[in-house]
């Protein structure tokens, strides 16, 4: 069976939780660096995963409506712990390292990318990951790595792609059905995309609303 993942329309109800959840500022507890340090697990956790410089941290700044909360950078691998914004005190949003970034160092690199693996695969609050694709490049062997990393911590993940105002409709049509075939292979894919600019707002909304109903 093909299954069609169309892209999310939440309902009116869901986008005024959206709203109403996100009207909240949130605000930054803390950067993460071992399993160790993770903040008590009690509440709803979704986080944003993707290639270094996909748009995780400008993601979670128009999400939240603050500029600066997530520090986003043109030097890719600018986020390197496991950074934790509360939202209320009901969810936490986490911003993650990216991966697939070859120009640190390698030691450094193997460090973050093992904290990323063992936060994925044992998170028992992680309700939700998002994974950002750039709509400009379409899933790659490394998200397709990620992908099973969470189809085996039986995660669901959500694809939402990113920076979608850099390139025209119809080529963001053109990598949708690239991200479905590769998504269809995953039995942790959650069948609904998202499509985003972090930059023009579209699909914020859309995000915020499915956030507050997990
Ligand atoms: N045009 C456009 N640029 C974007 C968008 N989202 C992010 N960017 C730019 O892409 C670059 C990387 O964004 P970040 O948010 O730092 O990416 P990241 O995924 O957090 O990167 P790492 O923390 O290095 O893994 C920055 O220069 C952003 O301004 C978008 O929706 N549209
Ligand atoms: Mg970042």
């Known amino acids: 069976m093909k299954l ?3 892209v999310a329309a939440p309902d ?3 986008r005024e939780a959206g709203t109403a959840l996100f009207r909240v500022p949130a605000e930054f507890v803390k950067g ?7 903040p008590p697990a009690d509440r709803v956790e979704v986080c944003f995963a993707g290639r270094s410089n996909v748009g995780k941290s400008s993601l979670i700044n128009a999400l939240t409506a603050r500029r600066n909360l997530a520090r986003a950078s043109n030097t890719p691998g600018r986020t390197q712990e496991l950074n934790f914004f509360a939202l209320s005190d009901s969810h936490y949003l986490v911003d993650l390292p990216g991966y697939g970034f070859a120009n640190a160092p390698k ?6 990318q093992a904290l990323l693996r063992a936060y994925l695969g044992g998170r028992t609050t992680l309700r939700r990951a998002f994974v950002l694709i750039d709509a400009r490049h379409g899933a790659k062997p490394v ?5 099973t990393l969470l189809d085996k911590a039986a995660v669901p993940f959500q694809i939402v792609l990113t920076k979608a105002d850099k390139i ?3 080529d ?7 991200v479905r075939d590769a998504a269809r292979r995953h039995p942790a894919a959650y069948p609904e995309l998202i499509v985003t600019s972090s930059e023009k707002g579209r699909g914020i909304d859309d995000l915020r609303a499915i956030i507050a109903t997990l």
């Open 4 to 6: 069609p993942f169309p």
């Open 12 to 14: 009116d109800a869901a």
């Open 32 to 38: 993460v660096v071992a399993m160790s340090g993770l």
């Open 107 to 112: 030691d450094v690199v193997a460090k973050w």
């Open 143 to 147: 998200d397709e790595e990620i992908f």
């Open 168 to 170: 025209k409709d119809s």
């Open 172 to 178: 963001v049509d053109a990598v949708l059905d690239q």
